[in-house]
């Protein structure tokens, strides 16, 4: 099979397009997947970089990439919610069998994450929901506290969310409107706009034109959630007056924009500073991070009937994931970037 294969760590052309062999099932609880498609997420480029701490522990992950959306085609003995040929899609840890990012990679069903694939949906829109939508989903439901069903119906919250034209943001908009009935402003520039409407959002903020303090300065205390899919300790100090005294902030990338410092240091003192905050600071303070995929199949529905769906800036084949990389890293996507890994095959 054909992978992209990091072999240290460093710029997206690192990563190379090289032949290697096809993983082989060594526990019972184990699938073989052909990749149909797999999502790239900004975590994956700080894996490529070697941001993360664990990196100087473990070294370079040889195949990176978490999403993925394709096809079973060998299974354990311990496998029966799976078929061959069941059409299935979630995501992975690479630190464990390898990524995505390769014609086929393994899965173990213990993990969690890998659910079947609405026949509604192509594989290159399952492929991009893993990281990005489970971490939305999370954010709102699990950690936000936002109800789904009838409950929702019950009391509207309002919600404010920042970068929402990227993946996780994207996401979030529609989790936050079409499942939760929030009432829903979006921040984005201007040429999204029409796009994040078509999602759901109720009111746009166009920052390359105006400030949303400013803005929402007449607000005050009115807002349930906020919502940071960009990153910088700035948000948190600027949505204070607008948030409830019992409202949350959510960032799903940290104080640092784009979540780009990551070294043990930067760590703890992150600890510290959410630490510090949740104890003596005037608004709660939530860091979310990727999230285990073990409520996945709950989000499978919606996305079945297209309440989620997956926006997708552009698709490469594989064998030119350098130029993925280096569009993820420019921060300017809208939606999800896509590989296709087996478009000859």
Known sequence: MYALQLNEFGPASNLKYVEVKVPTINSPYQMIIKVMAA?????????RKGLYP??????????????????????GSKVTEFNIGDQVFGKKNPYFGGGTYAQYTIVNINDGGIVKKPATITHQEAAGFGVAGITAWTGLITVGGLKIGEEAKEVQ????????????????????????????????????????????????????????????????????????????????????????????FLTFVGPDAYGESASTIDVIRLLAMIANRNLFGERSYRFVLAASGKDLPKMV???EKRQIVTVIDREFDLKDGQQAHEMIESHRTVGKIILNCNNNN
């Open 39 to 47: 999502g790239v997420n900004p975590v994956d480029y700080k894996f």
């Open 54 to 75: 664990i990196s100087n522990i473990i070294g370079v992950i040889k195949i990176i990439g978490s999403d993925f959306s394709g096809i079973v085609v060998a299974k």
């Open 157 to 248: 919250k309002k919600i404010l969310v920042i970068g929402a034209s990227g993946g996780c943001g994207t996401y979030t908009v529609q989790i936050a409107k079409n499942i939760n009935n929030a009432q829903v402003t979006a921040i984005c520039s201007g040429k999204n706009a029409e796009l994040i409407k078509k999602l759901g959002a109720d009111r746009i903020i166009d920052y390359t034109k105006e400030d949303f303090v400013e803005v929402l300065k007449e607000e005050k205390e009115s807002f349930d959630l906020v919502i940071d899919c960009v990153g910088g300790d700035e948000f948190y100090t600027k949505s204070i007056p607008i948030l409830k005294k019992k409202g949350n």
């Open 301 to 303: 529905p919606y996305l």
